[in-house]
């Protein structure tokens, strides 16, 4: 089974991703983390990435493509594979079907804006171990001192309101658009976000089960 998870940043597509992927025993390809593992492995592909990224320029389409097709060919995804990061736009979507790869499900995970926002915002991080906290969800024993190791938290600049704002226009200007791609081919299931993971989660297994 072949699988596509959509969603705004911080929508939580990443987590029901690894979920579906203990569960279906398919790996899950994180754009993310594949980009990182080329770069540091210096494959050929990686290389041509590392150029761009050190010149402070976009990795192109190509790159990218490029970089998942090598991915793609591991023998850990003969049966199947999740991806969770790619496409981010038409033409990149329009390349996996040239690409031969034939998607079965597209799960869509939709979280308003303002809840995204909340979520995001709120989140903080010990500077010594790196422990996570949210103001709201899982807040600190003692105002802005990590319950473990005594550490200063910060807010990630990933986290800050303005950052989280245009993180949320760019996608809905460019990843958005996939989601009526994927309908008209009438593999998209759309699950509305809700506030706990195993809810959205029982969501999630009921849409590919489908």
């Known amino acids: 089974m072949i699988i ?15 979920i579906a992927s203990k569960k279906l025993a398919i790996p ?3 754009m993310g983390n594949i980009m990182r593992e080329a770069l540091a492995t210096g494959t050929q592909m990686g290389l ?10 976009l990795v192109p389409d190509e790159v990218v493509i490029g970089i998942i097709n090598e991915r793609l060919a591991d023998d850990d995804c ?8 790619f496409p981010r736009t038409i033409p990149q979507a329009q390349a996996l079907d040239k690409m031969g790869i034939k998607i079965d499900k597209v799960i869509d995970i939709d979280v308003p804006d303002k809840v995204i926002q909340d979520r995001m915002s ?4 010990s500077m010594s171990c790196g422990a996570p906290y949210h103001l709201a969800y899982n807040p600190p024993e003692v105002e802005g001192v990590c319950n473990s190791c005594s550490g200063k938290l910060i807010q990630r600049k ?16 460019q990843t958005e658009p ?3 791609y994927y309908k008209s081919q009438g593999i998209l299931s759309v699950i509305n976000g809700q506030e706990s993971v195993e809810d959205t989660t029982a969501l999630v297994l009921g849409a590919l089960e489908d």
């Open 158 to 173: 990933d986290d800050l309101a303005e950052t989280v704002i245009n993180r949320l226009k760019v996608y809905h200007e």
């Open 28 to 30: 899950t390809v994180s």
């Open 78 to 85: 003969k049966n199947g594979f999740i991806l969770d990061g």
């Open 178 to 180: 996939l989601k009526d």
């Open 4 to 18: 596509i998870f959509l969603g705004a940043p911080g929508a939580g597509k990443g987590t029901q991703a690894e």
């Open 122 to 125: 709120g989140r903080r991080v």
């Open 48 to 57: 041509k990435a590392k150029e761009f990224i050190e010149s402070g320029k």
